[in-house]
């Protein structure tokens, strides 16, 4: 049986909730407890991989290489926006987001579905910085529990974002030869 004291703790909470929400927004709708409810499953998720490396028994660097830095960010960039923004993986963004247009190269517009609970994921899906805090755990995760396989995903990672980086170099190139 719940004690009256709890159901009043319980309303209370809510009515902050609430009030917070409110007060912060203003006029705009912004989804708090979707964000709240995303900051909760990232924390899980860290401490699931914590747990895993810790069970698994590695140890943690004393600091992390530099090379290692680097080849995470590259990694981390690349496969966030193939994630969030490549044509090809719009099929996983669907249910969460709506087609607007073409973004660049092989790149989609999509924004968020208004509605509750897609909201959020669908800002999360279709912001690369906003996935990169995830990619970037998931990678550094990877390098600690599988660090061979990990860091040949990221080489082939970098080297895509390199190969894209040349190939807009290229095309600039082309288009200021043709035009001059």
């Not at 190269?105 to 995830?134: D, I, R, Y």
């Amino acid at each position: 049986m719940t004690a009256p004291t709890d159901h009043r703790i319980g309303r209370r909470a809510q009515a902050f909730l609430r009030r917070t929400g409110r007060d912060y927004a203003g006029t705009e709708d912004r989804p708090l407890r979707g964000y709240l409810a995303a900051m909760a499953a990232f924390g899980a998720y860290t401490a699931g991989w914590a747990t895993a490396v810790r069970l698994r028994g590695r140890q943690l660097p004393d600091r992390p290489e530099p090379w290692d830095v680097l080849l995470t960010s590259v990694a981390t960039f690349r496969l966030s926006r193939l994630i969030s923004k490549a044509s090809v993986t719009s099929p996983l963004r669907a249910p969460f987001t709506t087609y607007v247009g073409p973004q660049g190269p092989a790149e989609l517009h999509e924004e968020a579905q208004p509605e509750s609970g897609k909201e959020t994921v669908g800002e999360l899906m279709t912001c690369p910085f906003c996935m990169s805090v995830w990619v970037a755990s998931t990678l550094t995760a990877g390098q600690l529990l599988w660090p061979r396989a990990t860091r040949a995903a990221m080489g082939a990672l970098a080297a895509l974002a390199g190969a894209d980086a040349l190939q807009l170099a290229y095309g600039a190139l082309v288009d200021r030869t043709a035009d001059g």
